[in-house]
């Protein structure tokens, strides 16, 4: 089983920065990709980004070049640095690992950018 912890969310002011970390543990594989969502109100959970064990990153096209995945596998600690952060970035940004056909989730870290 794997759990995984989130920290670093938060209120920021529009244009400011924030960087979330997400914790993995239990049995973690060579080969896992992680990455992060976010869900805001009455909205579907949606990719932001996510990492291969090799550092292969995908963005979603509303995050580029605004959004940093990064991760450390010694660790098994992903990171999301967020700069010029926007009030629809608003939402609450939840953790993933995903080995094979096995996917986790952790229990999310509400992040609130204010205009």
């Known amino acids: 089983q794997v759990q995984l912890v989130e920290s670093g969310g938060g209120e920021v002011r529009a244009g400011g920065s924030l960087r979330l970390s997400c914790a993995a543990s239990?049995?973690?594989?060579?080969?896992?990709?992680m990455g992060w969502y976010r869900q805001a109100p009455g909205q579907q959970r949606d990719l932001v980004a996510t990492i291969s064990y090799g550092g292969s990153t995908n963005y979603a096209d509303s995050v580029k070049g605004r959004f940093t995945i990064s991760r450390d596998t010694a660790k098994n600690t992903v990171y999301l640095l967020m700069n010029s952060l926007k009030p629809d970035d608003t939402a609450v940004y939840y953790c993933?690992?995903?080995?094979?056909?096995?996917?986790?989730w952790g229990q999310g870290t509400q992040v609130t950018v204010s205009s």
């Open positions: 993933n690992l995903r080995i094979g056909s096995l996917s986790f």
């Open positions: 239990g049995s973690i594989f060579a080969g896992s990709v």
